[in-house]
């Protein structure tokens, strides 16, 4: 394929999450094991958060045949259901990328997909499905789809809309995504399909993220120039290390920061283990494991800030910083444990359509 | 649930299918039992209809999963394929009938389906995807959706666009579908659900028409006061007495009548009969079974007719009345003996989608 047929030769490029949008979509979670009680919990979480967001803008939730009668009656009336097979439930990772060019054209990238590292390090076998989401998207769209030629996911990078990416070392340079692909080379890629000019590169993302360190669970863009971080004060745990590493490049790239805490630790209990089937090609969660939680892995809606909650003693005070960052915005938090059993949050759970110029 | 709900207490009627389009529906056949050699003749055939009327109008083609990529692949760029799962592939029975309400919004008829008889004279079952395919098709186009507390199919009507539907007695008032449903009370759910004002009865269908006899086989309007009947001049044949009596039914209605030859009889053969699968549920066709053929069974697009051509000597009539009959369109002729042979033809197929108003 040529250079000509990428998004950058065609004016196209990612706007940033807080632009203005026609939408959101969503997977409806399904596989037993990955999500407890026959997903029934997670179902309900994925509910409200779809509520929550579609008080604010249209949500369209992708639903399996199996499940699509249960998933229209647990939804709101306001939320549009349609079928769509998947592996899992992670619309940021598997859904288009939606780009637009200048004259308003909405048109999403469709990258390759390989459940976060393939069949040495992926978190299940087969994707088959899952590669196909973004492509299932950009046609209900009508949308010009651009097939990537590598493997990346929603979550592992951040736009400004403004030329600026955030991407982490940890999960572009890992040889599990693209075996052989350089540093250089990805930035190409980046370049290309986001129409961006400058990457920063963070090193790690949050400990047992098991996306290999999505940026999307460890520091987001609140506006160009200022980035908010999940931020650790206690040397005993791993992410006080990485939450520094990453203050100082994003630093020394020119950008500002803001910290927000990071949750309270917490842990899969036993009796939320033992409600996830067992399977030779899934995740195979243990008691005690520990749980990537993060606030910045919220979604901005229109005119909202949908953001996940614990019931732990950090939640307040990340509901301040997140009103406090995003004054013109409505910050709703929403019960997210069952999503972060999952293995990610309300960011990686959704992707943003951007509003395109109407026809 | 209460008569206030009925899209006629919502001002909703159902258009002409002459009237403009926004776009229209199909369904990608797939099932081997019956449509013979894997359905690959078939979904060449649908294809070709699929191209011929996107030269139109918008074309959706709904595909399974597992047909998704070679649905894609076959068929024209244009044709927006979406993924919905099915039992079988007539969107004309099993899609939504699409209302208009005057200022023009979108909205649609779920009718209960049941594989054109149930149980006990069905033609396959399950048929649970194929009662879902309609609320499917609302969803994706976030149209309001009355579910209709009885069994019909879109193919066992046909609208004027002003007030009068035209049916068959050997379909509506076969206890097949809807058991101890008197006259009165079909004539209520199409007073309801479409919006007519008038109904003529017509008698039987064509012969050997597996839908027990559906109207969209036999006759069809030209315009209000007109209707094109598929006619035989054949006293042998048994579609004379009926093509005479529905006739004399069109005329005692008050309504005028052209005539457009019945195909060259056609028949099932050995070749074709061995290419389909035998299946406990299915159709279970044998060869030199009669071929249920009409000319009438078209599609109106936008400025077009498509319509089904068999090779046989009729064609080239039925070619001329057509374009007599409507001569602001062009009339296309897609050879379409493979979607005869599954049962149908090409208005069978196809589902229109009014126009509405513009955001």
Redesign the interface.
């Known amino acids: 394929m040529s250079d000509t047929i990428t998004p950058r030769a065609q004016n196209y490029a990612m706007p940033a999450e807080w632009a203005p949008h026609d939408g959101c979509w969503m997977i409806w979670p399904e596989r037993p094991d990955n999500w407890r009680l026959g997903a029934k919990p997670a179902q309900a979480a994925f509910a409200a958060v779809a509520g929550a967001i579609a008080r604010f803008e249209?949500v369209t939730m992708l639903v399996s045949?199996r499940q699509?009668?249960n998933a229209?009656a647990m939804l709101p009336a306001a939320v549009?259901?349609?079928?769509?097979?998947s592996n899992d439930a992670w619309a940021r990772d598997t859904g288009a990328t939606f780009l637009l060019n200048p004259a308003g054209d909405l048109a999403g990238v469709d990258w390759m997909f390989n459940a976060w590292g393939g069949l040495g390090h992926g978190l299940y076998f087969p994707w088959d499905?899952d590669d196909?989401i973004a492509?299932?998207m950009l046609?209900?769209e009508?949308a010009k789809r651009f097939r990537a030629p590598k493997v990346l996911e929603g979550g592992a990078i951040h736009v400004d809309g403004a030329g600026t990416v955030l991407v982490t070392e940890s999960c572009l340079l890992d040889q599990n995504r693209n075996s052989g692909a350089t540093r250089a080379e990805m930035e190409t890629l980046l370049r290309d399909y986001l129409g961006v000019e400058k990457i920063v590169w963070l090193g790690a993302g949050v400990p047992h993220d098991e996306t290999g360190g999505h940026v999307d669970n460890l520091a987001c863009f609140v506006r160009p120039g200022l980035v908010l971080l999940s931020w650790c004060d206690d040397p005993s745990d791993p992410h006080y290390q990485i939450s520094r590493d990453a203050e100082s490049r994003l630093r020394a790239a020119g950008l500002a920061v803001e910290h927000i805490p990071m949750p309270t630790p917490m842990f899969l209990t036993d009796a939320e283990a033992a409600g996830i089937d067992h399977s030779p090609t899934g995740m195979n969660r243990a008691a005690g494991e520990r749980l990537a939680a993060s606030y910045v892995n919220f979604y901005a809606a229109n005119s909202a800030i949908i953001a996940p909650c614990f019931d732990v003693p950090t939640d307040s005070e990340a509901h301040s910083v997140l009103q406090r960052l995003f004054p013109d915005r409505q910050v709703v938090m929403v019960p997210a444990r069952e999503i972060l059993l999952g293995g990610g949050n309300i960011h990686c759970i959704t992707q943003q359509q951007p509003r395109k110029a109407r026809e």
Chains 1, 2 share one sequence.
Not at 80 to 85: G, H, K, L, N
Request: charge should be positive; avoid cysteine.
């Open positions: 249209p045949a699509f009668a229209r549009r259901v349609v079928e769509a097979s499905l196909q492509a299932k046609e209900i009508k």
